[in-house]
């Protein structure tokens, strides 16, 4: 086992900004240079992912299985379909447990972390089958490349994926005046119309934030700028590229749009591109995102002094985001001795299985803990207060996952010399006495598995 | 201190009858009454849930969303339940539910986030107030029973604040040995914040053995009605439900989704048994949903929505509404259903009566500043 220096920051580096301490790591002599290496070895497209499908080949064989479905005999259907449920279950599984080996053996954890940011700030929820199957694809393909570049790439990345087109219902929506609408006149028993929900959640919760300024007209003149921005392959179109994002002209609405006064005559696709890019440069959308980061790392409330610091990072580097991860960890505010982020319960189950060198996966205990991995029921993510998290039935449940973790992990291991390597100088004295008082060595793991100290970085 | 609620649980568990504890003087006068707060995050369809197919503009904007209304639950000349309320289209023919419909918060905006914010927190701007009003009313009562409690995990919003709250929800996790729990319980003593939650979770550790671990719609209902039935146990609950935003395929999921609290409030009926007369269930959503269809078989965000109100207390078989109508021009901006009540006064006054508080001071506690509304007294009984 690594001994660790004395040094603080080294503990609130792999804490509060890893992914937790790893068993038998070394702890960084430089702090913020160990954080900012990652820059370097981060991998984007790691070994545990190689093997998985790509969203277009995951759509396909959705849609296939479909067809496969509808030519059936109705009584052999619901088996059929309980099959692929299975296998989309499978799937999801499989992806999790990628992502879940990529934040225990990776070697960048603090990037991994940011990874796990950004994907539950451009949250899709794996509540319908296709969604559920397309969530992992989501967060290799259009987080993952995007999370050391620059933001409006990642919102581009985002808003053209499969995933977030059908999540959020915009493959569908059609311009009323849109030739396809024209077509329909008379004869369709649905008409054609527009579905604003993806216009508004990129707004509302993307891009700017909600309350800063936008009305129900400028969402309503986005949706139409949006008309058009679907999904390959969803009604016919364009097979080569099914489950590719398409721009399908036929759905646009014609005409020049005005949001937030500034007007746009842009044709076809090229409109809504013009508006997510001034929404992705705007200031309202630095301040939303940067508060969300320091709400994420450093405390639930953040400073004035630390937003204000990463959204002139932000605005000053045009969305560059190393600059801003870089301009936290400068500030001093993020290196407060006092951890006062509760730890969510993937945040705490993925440091506890690092503490313990483990490399279970585990879909199912996120989901007992209260957060499944992908499924926040909502497009605004998981919050990331401590009020949303510690509650007296999640302790109780965190307690029992880690009685099972101890169970299965090393019986050799000593909770007390890894209570130093892991938690060092902010190890209480009362942990270390509870620590010591126990009577086996699980019992012990499993008290530092749920003391205050585990419990928050 | 002796611990009287939990010599209470001994007795409960041990004999299975229970003798109320003696009548104490408190500040805020004892009730045997319940309320349950069911909130349907999401934005759910009140156009779809109390149907008005009296109204001659419904079929036209509605189009593929359309139910046949005779397979509707009618409830009088212009209003319907959806087919998949039940139970409780049964309950109002026992006149044991009413519902409430064209009522909003006083949110004007379309964000689920801000509107449930101010739903649950009863402030007057999103974000203006960090606690919620569940929580204000759980502060009316006496400190006699136990703290009001979420059947989730975590605390939602609107019972989070000043007076103690607790958690509960069925967990298929194996359960830690005794001697692991004995053992946080010392680790968390210096510590404020984690002490406190601990300590509530030991107090409802064991009191729901009998509960199954599903989560089922229908299950919870069993679960809350196990905390809720017991003499001296929790009167106020909240229960969170998911998945009312229905932006597409709406037609079936909402059945679905009706389908499941239709379930769950009949669970929790027949488990309550005779507490059942004591009981309120307030059923309600952050606001309601554009009354025509989408181009996509679903709605978009809208105003005003429709309330539900179950309870064997409750003066049911009603619709309150002062309708609006759904004429293009009756509609707000053109799109939503009007909000012609306040949900956060119907809220207050439902509360304070199931309860047995001061109307007047409930509407101050719950949602300060807002006026209150003299027209909606009178929905559950005494």
Do not use: C
């Not at chain 1, 982020?341 to 993925?350: D, G, N, Q, R």
């Amino acid at each position: 086992m690594s001994t660790p220096s004395d040094g603080r920051h080294a503990f609130i580096a792999m804490n509060r900004f890893g992914l937790g301490a790893r068993l038998g790591d070394e702890s960084p002599e430089d702090a913020k240079g160990w954080l900012l290496e990652q820059f370097e070895t981060y991998e984007a497209k790691p070994a545990a992912m190689t093997d998985l499908p790509s969203s277009a080949e995951i759509f396909v064989a959705y849609r296939e299985d479909g067809a496969e479905i509808r030519d059936l005999p109705e009584v052999k259907r619901a088996r059929v379909r309980q099959e692929l449920r299975k296998r989309g279950q499978k799937l999801y599984e499989a992806e999790i447990g990628a992502r879940t080996l990529s934040a225990l053996t990776g070697q960048a954890p603090f990037v991994e972390h940011l990874v796990h940011f950004w994907a539950n700030h451009f949250a899709v929820s794996a509540d319908e089958p296709l969604t559920k199957a397309l969530a992992g694809s989501f967060e290799r393909e259009a987080i993952r490349p995007h999370v050391l570049g620059r933001f409006e790439d990642m919102l581009f990345a985002v808003e053209t994926h499969p995933a977030m087109l059908l999540y959020l219902n915009q493959n569908r929506s059609i311009g009323p005046n849109s030739i396809r609408a024209k077509r329909a006149a008379g004869r369709a028993s649905r008409k054609p119309g527009i579905n604003e929900n993806l216009a508004r959640e990129i707004l509302e919760l993307h891009t700017l934030g909600v309350r800063t300024g936008y009305s129900q007209t400028d969402v309503t003149q986005f949706a139409f700028a949006m008309t058009g921005w679907t999904v390959a392959g969803h009604d016919g179109s364009d097979e080569a590229k099914a489950g590719v994002f398409e721009f399908r002209s036929q759905f646009h609405e014609p005409g020049a749009r005005t949001i937030l006064g500034k007007t746009y005559a842009q044709e076809g696709v090229d409109q809504a591109e013009a508006v997510l890019s001034d929404a992705a440069r705007s200031k309202a959308t630095a301040t939303h995102v940067v508060t969300k980061l320091a709400r994420h790392f450093v405390t639930d409330e953040p400073p004035t002094s630390l937003v204000k610091r990463l959204q002139s990072a932000f605005l000053e580097s045009q969305g560059d985001l190393p600059t801003v991860y870089r301009a936290l960890l400068n500030a001093p505010e993020a290196w407060e001795a006092k951890a006062a982020k509760f730890k969510t319960p993937w945040e705490w189950s993925i440091s506890a299985l690092r503490a313990l060198g483990s490399t279970t996966t585990m879909a199912r205990t996120a989901k007992q803990l209260g957060q499944p991995v992908w499924r926040p029921q909502s497009p605004a993510g998981y919050d990331d207060i401590a009020a949303s998290w510690a509650a007296p039935d999640a302790l109780v449940r965190r307690v029992e996952v880690a009685e099972r973790l101890a169970r299965k992990a090393d019986p050799t291991l000593d909770a007390r010399e890894v209570a130093r390597a892991l938690i060092g100088p902010s190890l209480s004295e009362t942990t270390a006495i509870e620590l010591a008082r126990a009577d086996s060595p699980a019992m012990a793991i499993a008290l530092l598995l749920v003391s205050p100290e585990f419990q928050r970085r | 201190m002796m611990d009287r609620r939990n010599f209470l649980r001994g007795a409960a568990l041990g004999a299975g009858t229970l003798v109320i504890a003696p009548r104490m003087v408190f500040a805020n006068v004892e009730t045997a009454r319940r309320f349950v707060f069911i909130i349907q995050r999401g934005a759910a369809d009140g156009l779809d849930t109390v149907i008005p197919y009296g109204d001659p503009a419904l079929a036209g904007l509605r189009g593929p969303l359309t139910i046949d209304p005779g397979d509707m639950n009618k409830l009088d000349g212009l209003f319907a339940l959806h087919p998949s309320l039940e139970r409780l289209a049964g309950f109002y023919r026992d006149k044991q539910s009413l519902f409430v419909q064209a009522v909003a918060s006083p949110y004007r905006e379309r964000s689920h986030f801000d509107g449930q914010n101010m739903l649950e927190s009863g402030g007057l701007r999103p974000y203006e107030r960090p606690d919620g009003w569940l929580n204000r009313l759980s502060s009316l009562l006496p400190k006699s029973q136990e703290e009001a409690i979420a059947f989730s995990p975590t605390i939602p919003l609107a019972l989070r604040g000043a007076a103690p709250v607790t958690s509960y929800a069925p967990s298929s996790l194996p359960e830690a040995p005794d001697d692991l729990l004995t053992r946080v319980s010392a680790l968390y003593n210096a510590d404020s914040e984690l002490h406190a939650l601990w300590s509530m979770a030991m107090e409802n550790r064991g009191l729901a053995d009998a509960a199954s671990a599903k989560q089922d719609p229908a299950s919870v209902g069993t679960t809350a009605a196990e905390f809720l039935s017991r003499p001296n146990g929790p009167r106020i609950a909240m229960i969170e439900t998911a998945g009312w935003d229905t932006h597409a395929t709406q037609k079936q999921r909402l059945a679905n989704q009706l389908h499941g609290l239709d379930q769950m409030i009949g669970a929790l009926r027949d488990g309550l048994g005779d507490v059942w007369k004591d009981t309120t269930v307030l059923v309600a959503t952050e606001f309601g949903r554009t009354a025509a269809a989408n181009g996509t078989g679903g709605t978009d965000h809208g105003t005003a929505s429709a309330a539900m109100l179950v309870g064997g207390a409750v003066q049911g078989g009603q619709v309150i509404a002062d309708w609006p109508g759904l004429a293009t021009g009756n509609l707000y901006e053109g799109r939503d259903l009007a909000p012609t009540l306040d949900l956060d006064a119907l809220i207050a006054m439902v509360a304070a009566e199931s309860l047995e508080l001061d109307r007047e001071k409930t509407m101050r506690a719950l949602f300060p500043g807002r006026p209150f509304n003299h027209k909606i007294t009178g929905l559950v009984g005494a």
